[in-house]
């Protein structure tokens, strides 16, 4: 089955503490991308990756980093989490970086909660 | 600053009735997207609208695409149960930028 796999689905942590969200995709795409999902402020891009070794920031980056070493994969690094980055994240995928025209598939999410 | 500004926020209504959601923005698109997200999953692609002034019907749902290709309508004919969920309209500009609203939670009752 074609899916974009995120894991944990739920993190609890302590501020500080460094930890790494993991997103894989089998559908061979070359475009991935996580977000972050608030209340009242819909999705924000946080990285994407338009192929493998080639990441850039997306609107939200700050205390972030990614890595794109194999096309499959697209972690999300927390290097010194703090509490304001309790939010729910989502990876998502597409063949192509032109998105209009290259659909966008989102994983089920990760509930990350920074006390 | 919300780029693209959808309204209602939320919105209840019974089996059977009708709803409109709005999607507006100050800024030119060029195409936008409609996805649809359950409780805990992520969010579903449900059409993208390319030309302005473009009207798109899926089963009872139906899309339009503002003439200026800055604003977006979803309007759902007699609603069901299983249409609840959050819609969130996507904007695309530069083919590569997606930029999401805050989305409309719609609650159908039965």
């Known amino acids: 089955e074609a899916q974009v796999t995120q894991n944990p689905r739920y993190l609890i942590t302590v501020t500080g503490k460094k930890l790494t969200v993991t997103c894989s995709q089998n559908?061979?795409?070359?475009?991935m991308s996580w977000y972050r999902q608030d209340p009242g402020l819909g999705l924000r891009q946080i990285y994407y990756?338009?192929?493998?070794?080639?990441?850039d920031k997306g609107d939200v980056p700050e205390g972030y980093k990614v890595s794109r070493k194999e096309k499959r994969n697209f972690p999300l690094i927390l290097e010194s989490p703090s509490p304001n980055q309790t939010s729910l994240y989502f990876c998502?995928?597409?063949?192509?970086?032109?998105?209009?025209?290259?659909?966008?598939?989102f994983g089920n999410g990760t509930r990350l909660t920074v006390t | 600053t919300q780029l693209l500004e959808q309204s209602p926020q939320f919105l209840s209504i019974q089996e059977g009735e009708n709803l409109t959601v709005y999607c507006n923005s100050s800024?030119?698109?060029?195409?936008l997207q409609w996805y649809r997200q359950e409780p805990g999953e992520g969010p579903v692609l449900l059409v993208t609208?390319?030309?302005?002034?473009e009207v798109k019907k899926l089963k009872r749902l139906t899309f339009q695409f503002g003439d200026a290709r800055k604003d977006s309508s979803l309007h759902i004919t007699a609603a069901q149960p299983g249409d609840t969920g959050l819609y969130l309209c996507?904007?695309?500009?530069?083919?590569?930028?997606?930029?999401f609203g805050a989305g409309t939670t719609v609650t159908v009752r039965a």
């Open positions: 800024s030119v698109f060029s195409s």
């Open positions: 996507a904007g695309v500009f530069n083919d590569y930028k997606l930029s």
């Open positions: 990756s338009m192929n493998v070794e080639v990441t």
């Open positions: 609208v390319v030309t302005g002034g």
């Open positions: 559908m061979n795409h070359e475009y």
């Open positions: 998502a995928s597409s063949l192509s970086a032109v998105v209009w025209n290259s659909p966008l598939h």
